[in-house]
């Protein structure tokens, strides 16, 4: 477990605990809390503890890392840490190349319901003349903005057009009317709040809105051990939330 003395570390470390088919062997953190049942390392080059998966709940500036030690030690990843640069991603991509990655801007079964619910409803209602804009709310220590799962809902919908849509973050500056072609997505930072989105549908005299909302942590981390126990053993590739969805279904 990468991250493991974060919020999200220490609440999969409290789900696994409950789970009896799985185990953290050990943990990776730069600060070592002392209150883990694992050994915690503050330099993930000097844990040498085998394992199935490492599930990552990190910062995108430790990301570069993960992917150089799963490449090299041939372990498979659930990656979960959001704000990656473009450079980050195409990183990602090359590593999956030589060993299993799951990578998800979001890990709740609901949100990945959601992305292919969205897919339906823009095929439906964007040539119906419905504009589309995204509203996500988090709490006021999220560093990220706009949210790797809003990103990923507006890429969901944009998917299903070539991606000829724009993403616009900020009005500010334009005096001019709203272009069709472009999802507005906007940010609110404040108090404690998990997770919240709204994709919102605005069409003539009728609005259609898809809400998500998140009150704890443990629904994402549900979704990582579910990902991790998918993902052990599989072979080298890029795989989605949705992949571990088809896999219960069947």
Do not use: W
Not at 141 to 159: C, F, H, M, Q, R
Not at 173 to 192: D, F, H, L, M
Request: proline letters at 3%.
């Amino acid at each position: 477990m990468n991250g493991c003395n974060g919020k999200m570390g220490q609440v999969i470390s409290s789900l696994v605990k409950e789970d009896a088919e799985t185990e953290i062997v050990a943990g990776i953190d730069i600060r070592d809390g002392g209150h883990n049942p694992y050994p915690v390392f503050t330099r993930i080059e000097d844990c040498r503890v085998e394992g199935d998966c490492m599930i990552d709940f990190s910062t995108a500036a430790a990301v570069d890392q993960v992917l150089a030690y799963c490449k090299d030690r041939g372990l498979p990843c659930v990656l979960c840490t959001t704000g990656l640069s473009d450079e980050q991603i195409k990183k990602v991509e090359d590593t999956a190349k030589s060993v299993a990655i799951l990578r998800s801007a979001n890990m709740s079964l609901g949100i990945n319901l959601l992305l292919r619910m969205l897919k339906l409803a823009a095929k439906t209602l964007a040539p119906a003349g419905f504009d589309m804009e995204i509203v996500e709310k988090h709490h006021r220590l999220k560093v990220d903005a706009p949210s790797g799962t809003a990103l990923a809902l507006a890429d969901s919908i944009n998917e299903e057009f070539a991606n000829e849509y724009e993403y616009v973050y900020d009005r500010s500056a334009r005096r001019e009317k709203r272009p069709e072609r472009e999802i507005g997505i906007s940010a609110v930072r404040g108090g404690t709040i998990v997770g919240e989105h709204d994709v919102i549908f605005s069409g003539e005299d009728e609005v259609i809105t898809f809400s998500h909302q998140a009150f704890s942590k443990a629904v994402f981390g549900q979704g990582a051990v579910q990902a991790a126990k998918f993902l052990a053993g599989k072979n080298p590739g890029l795989y989605k939330m949705s992949d571990v969805i088809d896999a219960q279904i069947m």
